[in-house]
Structure formats: C-alpha cells, structure tokens
C-alpha cells in the first residue's frame, strides 16, 4: 500500500508560480512511475505530467514549456514545478503511483488533491 500526500496549492493570480510537492509512502518509491493529475469543475480528470521510473517525462499540450516535473528519491518525493500559470489552471491537482514504474500510468495509488485557484 502506498500514501500519497500533496502539498502546496493556494490561490495566486495570473503569471505566478506554484511549486506542488507529493510525499510517498513505502520503500519501493523509486521504481514507481509518478502523475499529477487535475480536474476542473464540470471536466474529466486528466494528466498533466508524468515522470517513469527512470526519469522520462510527458506532457499535457496545455502545460508544455510551463509546468516541468521532477522527483527525488532520496525523498520519496516528486514535484510540480508551475509557472506563468492561467486561470485555465484552476483545478484540483492529485498526484498518483503507477506500479508498473510508466509515467504514462496505468495508476494504482492516488492522493486527496490540492486545490490550485488561479484569479484573473
């Protein structure tokens, strides 16, 4: 069993930045792939960036070149780095584990979220 557990959402207005964090439980954190996923109001839940076990990222094409993704293992902790940020932004982010160590999923574990508010 693995615990996930995000921090770092709040509200900030257009053009800022966030960092979101995603503490893991167990011992086995670097051989999982990781996610950050969102959902908005009234939307289907999507990824937004993940990262596999060997450090191979992907993108959602509405956040490329402005959210990167990264993890440390020494930590059991993988980041959300998000920047010039967009009231399209708003959502709440979870973060997830895949057991087959694939940033493309599929995803066995998930957080509670944090919710990410962006204002005009």
């Known amino acids: 069993q693995v615990q996930l557990v995000e921090s770092g959402g709040g509200l900030v207005q257009a053009g800022d930045s966030l960092r979101l964090s995603c503490a893991a439980s167990?011992?086995?954190?670097?051989?999982?792939?990781m996610g950050w996923f969102r959902q908005a109001p009234g939307k289907e839940r999507e990824l937004v960036a993940g990262?596999?076990?060997?450090?191979?990222?992907r993108y959602a094409d509405s956040v490329k070149g402005r959210f990167t993704i990264s993890r440390d293992n020494a930590k059991n902790t993988v980041y959300l780095q998000m920047n010039s940020l967009q009231p399209e932004d708003t959502a709440v982010y979870s973060c997830?584990?895949?057991?087959?160590?694939?940033?493309?999923?599929?995803?066995?574990?998930w957080g509670q979220g944090t919710q990410v508010t962006v204002s005009s």
């Open positions: 990262i596999s076990w060997s450090g191979r990222t």
């Open positions: 997830a584990a895949a057991t087959s160590g694939l940033g493309g999923g599929p995803y066995d574990y």
């Open positions: 167990g011992r086995t954190f670097s051989s999982y792939g």
